[in-house]
């Protein structure tokens, strides 16, 4: 699968900005699509992660109540609608997808099978 993430860019504090993730060659249909993001020197870290099919949506709590993850009108896209942002949310996002990640195990980086190259979201204060 090949992903591509865009909609990155500068804001200011409580500003919004929309993130999407494409993928080019197939559908997400039996995949669970995440969103990470890392900070200047900080490790990758969970943002938000749906699962295609039944649409259940997963944030980290820093994020709960100002992102949303959702799912595109066609098949391969999914968007992180990201409002009220925070300097703190200052960082390259990507997203990623896998087909077969378990409910305890999609916060984590390496269950993800594809990535895409991120976007630079930028939170001026």
């Known amino acids: 699968v090949q992903l591509q993430a865009c909609g990155g860019g500068l804001v200011q504090a409580g500003g919004s900005l929309r993130l999407s993730c494409t993928a080019s060659?197939?559908?997400?249909?039996?995949?669970?699509v995440g969103w990470f993001r890392q900070g200047p020197g900080k490790e990758r870290e969970f943002v938000a992660a749906?699962?295609?099919?039944?649409?259940?949506?997963y944030y980290t709590d820093s994020v709960k109540g100002r992102f949303t993850i959702s799912r595109g009108n066609g098949r391969n896209t999914v968007y992180l609608q990201m409002n009220n942002l925070k300097p703190e949310d200052a960082a390259v996002y990507y997203c990623?997808?896998?087909?077969?990640?378990?409910?305890?195990?999609?916060?984590?980086?390496?269950?993800?099978?594809?990535w895409g190259q991120g976007t630079l979201v930028t939170v001026s204060s």
């Open positions: 060659d197939r559908t997400f249909s039996t995949y669970t």
């Open positions: 990623s997808a896998g087909s077969t990640i378990i409910t305890s195990n999609l916060r984590q980086s390496a269950a993800y099978n594809y």
């Open positions: 749906i699962r295609w099919n039944s649409m259940i949506t």
